[in-house]
């Protein structure tokens, strides 16, 4: 892999920047991968790297059925943060939190992570006693987290309205301040460049149809390019992780349905951090073209359209009107959709299933993106190991017959 | 933008007045204190959400407030009809796919 640096711009400057280096190979499939991962998003990928890099498993195939990232890890509005509310997920998000700190140095690629921090809005008392209770969690689990008050709101984001003449006036926040935005597609393709590098095969345009067992055991996965044997397979694939569950033949507590999001024409910078209301419900960053980032809640209804409808787009952009007035006239540019697999208790699933030597990866709903580095790290460690990572093992599929959920629905700052 | 036909309305709105409320003939178990955990875990949290023909809840929750049932397809979100509750779909994932294959088998 040719390193990159700012001697090699300069250098691939003079040939017009005709002869960088294809960033990974298009192998063809191996008989046989000791690991197969299902799924080229940011956590499969990220998978892959972290098997081959850390744990030394090298001979790892990544399955993708269409290009890598082009499901929710190219779809989703970035936000990072970890100030959820339970210990269990605080862990798990924090130690995604770190990995993100020293990412692009450890992959050799800008993946335009930005702590520029992250503000949830309090629109009511209780949207107060609630936040002051997180933050105080954050920081007994060592996350960083202030609550201000209305004021000091106002001070740090100019043009947010925090009048008392809104419908759902601002009573205050809670801000992290190491939150924020990265670049979705330098990480997928910065994992993906890095893993290739450590000798992972990324099979794109492979769609897998099944899985082989052969007395119960999973042995490998059936696709359009035939049949890929792999001693452990690991399935990462978001919105459509129940229709997988079912191939391999069992259930998943999952439903699968359209988020959206959208953006809108560039314009002069208006908006420096990340906020967020779930009074409300929407949420805006800017990205460092200009435009601003727009998204919120999911279609109540299941789908696997990747497109949503259009009551939800007009809540949502009344939300950030409610937010920000000053944007009542910016004219949106795009819009699309993702499908999120949401879990009951607003938890990811990363587990051992009932067939051996299968585990899924999945339910990161709409809020995956942040965790993308921690999720793929402890994904293989577990795949490596055969057993599941401490950090992961409260998120085991069987806590939905036990009870022992881990609420973060109401509870944390909820959503993305 | 769904264009759906409350059953109980006789008349096609729009989805702003609906809500939909998840898959739809799942039965309570008659004596959830003698169902194992697998049993209750199953029925409180596992959904089929499938990708394809799905039965769902829905209601008209601004409009008559009434429930009834939906067969839609969950990729091309399709509505192929609604019905009330206590009825039975008149359309599911074996009719289709036995329709398809007959209209496969008459241009053969
Ligand atoms: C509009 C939107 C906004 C969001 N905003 C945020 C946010 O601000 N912050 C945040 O943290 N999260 C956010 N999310 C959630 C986040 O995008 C996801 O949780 C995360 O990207 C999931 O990553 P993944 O790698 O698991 O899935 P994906 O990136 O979806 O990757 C799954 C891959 O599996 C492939 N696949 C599926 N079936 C098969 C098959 N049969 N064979 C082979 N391959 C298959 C798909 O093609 C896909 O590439 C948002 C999501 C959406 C849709
Ligand atoms: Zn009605």
Redesign the interface.
Known sequence: MQRYSGFGLFKHAFSHHENWQRMWRNPTPKPVYDVIIVGGGGHGLATAYYLAKVFGVKNVAVVEKGWLGGGNTARNTTIVRSNYLWDESAQLYEHAMKLWEGLSQDLNYNVMFSQRGVYNLCHTLQDMRDSERRVSANRLNGVDGELLDARQVAEEIPYLDCSKNTRYPIMGSTVQRRGGVARHDAVAWGYARAADALGVDLLQQTEVTGFRKENGVVIGVETNRGFIGGKRVGVVTAG?S??MA?LAGF??????HPLQALVSEPIKPVIDSVIMSNAVHGYISQSDKGDLVIGAGID??????QRG???TIEHTLQAIVEMFPVLSRVRMNRQWGGIVDTS?DACPIISKTPVPNLFFNCGWGTGGFKATPGSGHVFAASLAKGEMHPLAKPFAMDR????ALIDEHGAAAVAH | MLNIFCPHCGETRSEEEFHAHGQAHIVRPENPAECSDEEWGDYIFFRDNPRGIHHELWVHSGGCRKFFNATRHTVTYEIYETYKIGEKPSVTEASVAAAKASAQGVTA
């Not at chain 1, 109540?300 to 359209?305: A, F, I, K, L």
């Not at chain 1, 939905?400 to 009870?403: A, C, E």
């Open positions: 459509n129940g229709h079912k259930r998943l507590p999952l439903e699968s109540g209804w299941n789908g696997y359209g409808s259009y009551p009951p939905f017959h036990t009870g």
